[in-house]
């Protein structure tokens, strides 16, 4: 159960490299992104800051699953503790004033499966596949 848990924290902690790939190097939305000539200098640094937070704290977890020997429940449990973070902070970064999925010059542009904007549907599976992890690496 261990490895499967490894596994999946490992899916997950590769994603947060997501956000590099989104804002600055996939044209739709990367135009939405670091790109967007409409957002000011510091609205780019602070996308800059959430690119680097979501790689910095996707190889954290890695390091931790793969470093560590034996893999013990208290390391993967802190391994899936930090890939959590940057979806987290995605999905409670709405709760700000001010604060939209989507600029609105993008809205007509952007599906929305099962009623969500797609960073959320992503954030909420990803979060999900944290938490069978987590519970496959207690029942372990």
């Given at each position: 159960?261990?490895?499967?848990a490894?596994?999946?924290i490992?899916?997950?902690?590769?994603?947060?490299?997501g956000g590099?790939?989104a804002?600055?190097?996939?044209?739709?939305?990367?135009k939405?992104?670091?790109w967007?000539?409409?957002w000011?200098?510091?609205?780019?640094?602070h996308?800059?800051q959430?690119?680097?937070?979501?790689?910095?704290?996707?190889s954290?977890?890695l390091?931790i699953?793969?470093?560590f020997?034996?893999?013990?429940r208290t390391?993967?449990?802190?391994?899936?503790?930090?890939?959590?973070?940057?979806?987290?902070?995605?999905?409670?970064?709405?709760?700000?004033?001010?604060?939209?999925w989507v600029?609105p010059?993008f809205a007509?542009?952007?599906?929305?499966?099962?009623?969500?904007?797609?960073?959320?549907?992503?954030?909420y599976?990803?979060?999900?596949i944290?938490a069978?992890?987590?519970?496959?690496?207690?029942?372990?």
């Amino acid at each position: 159960m261990m490895n499967v848990a490894r596994f999946l924290i490992s899916f997950v902690a590769l994603f947060c490299y997501g956000g590099l790939l989104a804002d600055a190097v996939i044209p739709f939305t990367a135009k939405m992104h670091l790109w967007n000539p409409k957002w000011p200098p510091h609205a780019k640094f602070h996308n800059g800051q959430t690119m680097l937070m979501g790689i910095l704290g996707g190889s954290l977890s890695l390091f931790i699953l793969f470093y560590f020997r034996p893999l013990t429940r208290t390391y993967l449990l802190l391994s899936a503790a930090v890939a959590s973070l940057y979806w987290l902070a995605l999905l409670l970064s709405s709760l700000f004033p001010g604060t939209d999925w989507v600029d609105p010059e993008f809205a007509a542009e952007v599906k929305h499966p099962l009623g969500l904007n797609p960073q959320q549907l992503v954030a909420y599976v990803l979060c999900a596949i944290l938490a069978l992890a987590i519970i496959l690496a207690v029942k372990a």
